[in-house]
């Protein structure tokens, strides 16, 4: 599905980062992992050379434009090309408004939505010389349905959204498809550090009554990415277990 393909992911260290990156390698994908916790990376390089693909390690700060740009520059310079980015990098500051500070206000915009802007244009030159791409977002259900004590959370990825429509329509003229998806409550080591009551409270708006994997999230990103939605752009796909309709 995904083979020959070069594919960059941000935030590729752990969580749904990692899952995304083994589901690629699965199908054939060679991945460049970006993270700036680069010490993590090998465990994900690991995993991806295991089934069969090249991995490439970065240490990028998406926060720093000059750290977006080198690095892009790099990869573009050992791998020849870019078919695929996925901007998955990401943070949470929860706070209530009158209680929030305007540090971490600053610093869930900047990694979120300001790391999204940069990367993808970052490969967009790329990709129009090539005149190919496939550009997936992480975006979240929060940032369609808000929640309380996160708006900063909320504004970045309800951003993340609106940032995917536009840039659609901007690099469609060149056979660059720019898609998001939208995860619910996905499995993670916070969600299973909750309390029995917390968990079963949130499973109570989730029709399927479950929380999805990180792999749910990777399958439909795989999609997105490969040619099989080639006629797809523009869209954004909640993956909540019904808990968005």
Do not use: H
Not at 47 to 68: I, M, N, P
Not at 204 to 213: E, H, K, N, S, T
């Amino acid at each position: 599905m995904l083979k020959g393909k070069i594919a960059v992911i941000t935030g590729a260290a752990r969580g749904i980062g990692q899952a995304i990156a083994f589901d690629f390698a699965s199908r054939g994908a060679d991945l460049v992992l970006c993270d700036i916790k680069k010490e993590w990376l090998p465990e994900t390089a690991e995993g991806v050379e295991k089934r069969g693909q090249k991995a490439y390690c970065y240490e990028l700060d998406v926060t720093s434009t000059e750290s977006v740009q080198d690095v892009f520059n790099a990869i573009t310079t050992e791998t020849g090309r870019i078919d695929i980015l996925v901007n998955n990098a990401g943070i949470t500051r929860d706070g209530l408004l009158m209680r929030m500070s305007e540090e971490d206000w600053d610093a869930v915009l900047s990694v979120n939505l300001k790391g999204t802007f940069s990367c993808t244009k970052a490969v967009s030159r790329t990709m129009m010389k090539q005149r190919s791409g496939s550009i997936v977002n992480i975006a979240s259900v929060i940032g369609i349905m808000g929640n309380a004590g996160q708006a900063n959370y909320a504004a970045s990825k309800g951003g993340v959204i609106s940032f995917t429509k536009s840039i659609a329509k901007e690099l469609a003229s060149r056979n660059i498809r720019v898609n998001a998806v939208a995860p619910g409550f996905i499995s993670s080591k916070m969600t299973d550090a909750l309390s029995e009551e917390l968990r079963n409270k949130m499973l109570d708006v989730i029709p399927l009554a479950r929380f999805g994997q990180p792999e749910d999230v990777a399958n439909v990103v795989s999609f997105l990415a490969s040619d099989q939605s080639a006629y797809i752009t523009g869209v954004v796909i909640n993956i909540s277990g019904g808990m968005v309709m």
